[in-house]
């Protein structure tokens, strides 16, 4: 991993990032997502900012391949267009395989307003009207969870997707029949003063095809930090 610059304005680097969405062995290596229900994660993953690069291996993938897989990302330059792929983009496909996934990082403003009609949420009862799939144990291994309440029940929720000591990342749902009513960005913005208060830093990730998400980003005024690129999938026998 390159050393790293943080960003004047954010003050986050893509070390932060790759280290808030997935946890790491003694090696560097990738052991799973940082979610309640943690998955193996990407193959390899490369998250790159105006100033340096950060990327991570799968541990189960071969010795001599993760360390040219290695050599390639030290190769990588900051970006200067966030959406353009990495220098050695065919190179890692070749070597691994696997699907690639990508989308811009997010940081939220130095002041963020909260807005006062926002609730925290406690209670695995009232997600399941309208957020059926929530377990017990995700109450509290994604909390603060903060919800706009109609009727008494929960009809938008923004709480921690994947979280660290350091920074933790939104995930925000909207019950489907109310979507389009800007529930999204006022959650959002609570959810990410809870966040700085437990002085944590709140982050939001997205995909480049996710019109909606990046909306929400645009009418929060977040700006944009990194761009990830990944490799997700089997690894190949």
Not at 41 to 54: D, E, N, Q, V
Request: net charge neutral; proline share 8%; charged share 20%.
């Amino acid at each position: 991993m390159k050393t790293e610059i943080p960003d004047k304005v954010t003050r986050v680097t893509p070390g932060i990032k790759l280290r808030t969405a997935l946890l790491l062995d003694e090696h560097g290596r990738i052991r799973s997502t940082r979610e309640p229900q943690s998955q193996p994660g990407p193959l390899f993953t490369l998250i790159r900012s105006a100033s340096s690069c950060a990327w991570a291996v799968r541990a189960d993938v071969p010795a001599a391949l993760g360390a040219e897989l290695d050599r390639l990302a030290g190769e990588e330059p900051p970006f200067r267009n966030p959406q353009d792929a990495p220098l050695h983009a065919d190179t890692y496909l070749s070597l691994v395989g696997g699907e690639i996934v990508s989308g811009p990082g997010f940081t939220f403003p130095d002041e963020i307003a909260r807005p006062a009609d926002v609730t925290r949420v406690d209670s695995l009862q009232l997600l399941e009207r309208n957020f059926r799939g929530w377990t017990a144990g995700e109450i509290l291994e994604r909390s603060p969870i903060l919800a706009v309440i109609d009727g008494g029940y929960p009809v938008s929720v923004c709480f921690c997707a994947r979280s660290s000591e350091t920074a933790a990342e939104a995930g925000v749902e909207t019950a489907a029949a109310l979507r389009g009513r800007g529930f999204a960005p006022r959650v959002t913005a609570a959810w990410a003063a809870a966040i700085r208060a437990s002085g944590r830093i709140p982050l939001y990730s997205t995909s480049w095809s996710n019109a909606a998400s990046r909306a929400v980003a645009r009418k929060l005024g977040l700006a944009q930090y990194a761009s990830t690129w990944s490799l997700v999938g089997d690894l190949r026998p």
